[in-house]
């Protein structure tokens, strides 16, 4: 009974987040629901186990989650993002719409900004686009995915997306684990989802397909639709609500300004990670004052704030005269972080309190005894709950969580370096996170106007079959060479 529980509880938080339900809501419930059915304490396990478990989520990332809203509703407000798709539009042109929007979305998510706020920005633009080149308007959010979604959210080193900091209090990495690994992964990525999306165009134009229907998109309507809004704040950093508040500069920044903050970001991460920390005396960590932690364990999480504060300060001392009102701007970003880290961290508490129920034994028992070795247990593991909640950053919490500890010491029995099982964790939570009920894919259709039945498929294929590729090579070269 225990185990169909467990399922009950999962399967109507599914069902009741896809409806629009609060998660912050729906995920006590469902974990209460299951421990009653375990026949288990319910108070103890609200209090203690759940909110315990969100709570620390909370603690440990909640920096990244304020810093990285801040840094993309600044991005946003002062033009920089604009300037820098518009440069992309000029430079590469209708000719090579599909890359133009391609790079642009990586150029802008790998520097720090938002996803949510990429695709506000990225949908005008490549609307645009799409519609001079007469490209099928459902092409649209393939390629706005392939862009922001995929490669520079769990592959590309140094990323400074939460998926990517979220193993490192685990795994005791840093943002450039396994940078080899993860350049590999990003090509092959960035090359199936190209090659799939050029095919794609190729057909309609065989076809006589065209652009389609020339209704301009609403980002308006989507940015204020209670029902996005409760299904996105579960799967990235930013709360779309937030969009449309502070203030928008009517003008733009060169592209020298905008680009630098993206620059800062890359190159303070490499530095502290690198140089700084490593040299740091931080020895005094494992006072009780201080949690009684290692550098190892929070160091990673302290070279992406560090890089976040740093492209902040840059964006508001080189682009201060594009910022019309910077507090309404500051107090925007900070109010998108608040609701999306504590629906996470409510995922986090559901996943905690079902891992501390006895049938979850049962569970962890089948999963570590996959075949294939641990690398292809823990990315069954990250998957399946990435899949299960609709949320990269939930599902591979869930699964850290529960099992960290235990691949610790199978990597450390096998010889496994920690930095290959941090970038298998990370590309295996991105994959299939992006199925129908994802708040990033329910997003994306509604800021581009298209609709599951006609825009999903290519989305699987870009953000879905590319990443499964690029995780198997990432698992057959890490077992084969080890992590490089």
């Not at 518009?86 to 998510?109: D, K, P, Q, S």
Request: aromatic share 8%; hydrophobic share 55%.
């Amino acid at each position: 009974m225990d185990i169909v529980g467990i399922l009950i509880s999962l399967g109507l938080l599914i069902w009741l987040a896809y409806r629009g339900w609060s998660v912050l809501l729906l995920a006590p419930g469902a974990a209460l629901l299951a421990a009653a059915l375990a026949g288990e304490p319910l108070l103890p396990h609200w209090t203690q186990t759940f909110m315990g478990s969100a709570a620390r989520f909370v603690a440990q990332f909640f920096p990244i989650f304020l810093l990285g809203a801040v840094f993309g509703k600044l991005m946003d407000d002062s033009g920089s993002v604009t300037a820098i798709a518009n440069f992309m539009t000029e430079r590469l042109g209708e000719r090579r719409a599909i890359l133009a929007v391609v790079l642009a979305g990586a150029l802008v998510t790998y520097g720090g900004v938002s996803l949510f706020v990429a695709f506000f920005v990225l949908a005008p633009m490549a609307q645009a686009l799409f519609r001079a080149a007469a490209i099928p308007r459902r092409l649209m959010p393939a390629a706005i995915a392939l862009g922001t979604s995929t490669f520079t959210m769990s592959a590309l080193p140094g990323t400074p997306a939460i998926q990517n900091a979220i193993p490192m209090p685990f795994f005791g990495t840093t943002p450039f684990a396994a940078p080899g690994l993860g350049i590999i992964a990003s090509l092959i990525m960035l090359g199936f989802g190209l090659w799939w999306l050029q095919r794609a165009e190729a057909r309609a134009r065989r076809a006589n397909e065209g652009y389609g229907d020339t209704t301009d998109i609403d980002t308006e309507a989507a940015a204020n639709d209670p029902l996005i809004r409760e299904r996105a704040t579960t799967a990235r950093e930013f709360d779309p609500a937030e969009i449309n508040h502070g203030k928008h500069s009517d003008t733009s920044p060169p592209f020298a300004l905008a680009i630098s903050p993206l620059i800062v970001v890359v190159c303070v991460n490499l530095l502290m990670s690198l140089v700084v920390l490593p040299r740091m005396d931080a020895s005094f960590l494992s006072q009780e004052r201080w949690g009684s932690t290692s550098l190892a364990a929070v160091g990673g999480v302290w070279a992406v704030i560090v890089a976040l504060a740093a492209a902040i300060l840059t964006l508001i001392l080189i682009s201060h005269r594009y910022l019309p009102s910077l507090r309404a701007s500051m107090d925007a970003g900070a109010n998108a972080s608040v609701l999306p880290v504590f629906s996470v961290a409510s995922l986090v508490g559901f996943g905690a309190v079902v891992a501390a129920l006895p049938a979850f034994t049962l569970v962890s028992d089948w999963v570590l005894s996959i075949e294939g070795g641990p690398l292809t247990s823990l990315a069954v593991a990250t998957n399946v709950l990435a899949a299960l909640t609709g949320s990269a950053s939930g599902g591979l919490t869930i699964a850290l969580d529960a099992l960290g500890d235990t691949y610790m010491q199978i990597a450390s029995a096998k010889g496994i370096d920690p930095a290959l099982m941090h970038r298998v964790a990370v590309i295996g939570a991105g994959t299939l996170d992006s199925l129908p009920h994802n708040g990033a894919v329910v997003t994306m259709l509604a800021v581009c106007g298209t609709t599951h039945r006609e825009s999903y498929f290519d989305i699987v294929m870009v953000g879905i079959v590319g990443a499964i590729i690029a995780l198997v090579a990432v698992i057959v070269l890490g077992s084969a060479l080890g992590s490089f």
